[in-house]
């Protein structure tokens, strides 16, 4: 009798160690599973984000018209190439903006770019430029265009340089490299150019831009 209900308590035990583990291993396994999803989702939400890098020189300034201009190019004469390249995915990105362009750009001479920024504000997206002091008085220089446009620009007056070249598109694309907007970047110098829809990244440029633009105010500097 005694070692009949030792061995039920046996069989009891047993099943119930067994049930345990059972479950133990059913749960780690949908949490394995489910740890599986979550990464392959994370990876396929960064597989969508932007990153791109655009390499100049370009052997031929690109037609603006043809690339984001609304009737395209009409010039059968037209000198500018309609293959695309670095220039014209710039195009690309600037007519892009929907609601802000935050542009903070060393020097700004290149008339198609600055043409896209006058355009961008006329459909009423929000475009704040900062660029260096002494740039704006360069020959060539497009500030005074924008600011007759009735663009916001705001310039440095330390002797120090403002040296950088980004913009922040929609608080939602960051494009920063060595690429000063001159002819001279486009169609001579090694630039390069990253284009980055990093969430984390982007936030940091906005932060700058927003840093900047307070201490850039010509209110607050006389
Ligand atoms: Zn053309």
Not at 82 to 102: C, Q
Not at 170 to 194: H, K, V
Request: glycine share 6%; with cysteine.
């Amino acid at each position: 009798m005694i070692s009949f209900s030792s061995r039920w308590v046996k069989v009891c035990f047993g099943a119930i160690t067994f049930g345990a583990v059972s479950e133990l291993v059913y749960f780690t396994y949908r949490k394995y599973k489910r740890r599986k999803w979550q990464t392959n989702q994370n990876e396929s939400e960064s597989r969508k984000v932007t990153e791109e890098v655009l390499f100049f020189p370009d052997d031929r300034v690109a037609c603006k018209d043809y690339f984001v201009g609304e009737d395209g190019c009409n010039n059968n004469d037209c000198r500018f190439t309609h293959f695309p390249n670095s220039l014209s995915r710039l195009y690309e990105f600037i007519n892009g903006a929907k609601g802000r362009l935050d542009v903070c750009v060393f020097v700004i001479c290149c008339i198609d770019l600055a043409d896209l920024l006058i355009a961008a504000h006329k459909r009423h997206v929000l475009v704040r430029v900062i660029s260096d002091g002494e740039q704006t008085e360069i020959t060539g220089s497009q500030i005074w265009n924008l600011r007759k446009a009735g663009i916001a620009v705001r310039t440095n007056k330390s002797s120090f340089l403002m040296h950088h070249k980004f913009v922040v598109i929609d608080d939602q694309l960051l494009l920063n490299g060595s690429f000063n907007w001159t002819r001279q970047a486009i169609s001579g110098n090694q630039e390069n150019l990253m284009a980055l829809g990093n969430k984390r990244i982007v936030s940091l440029y906005t932060n700058e831009f927003e840093r900047l633009w307070n201490a850039f105010d010509p209110q607050k500097n006389g």
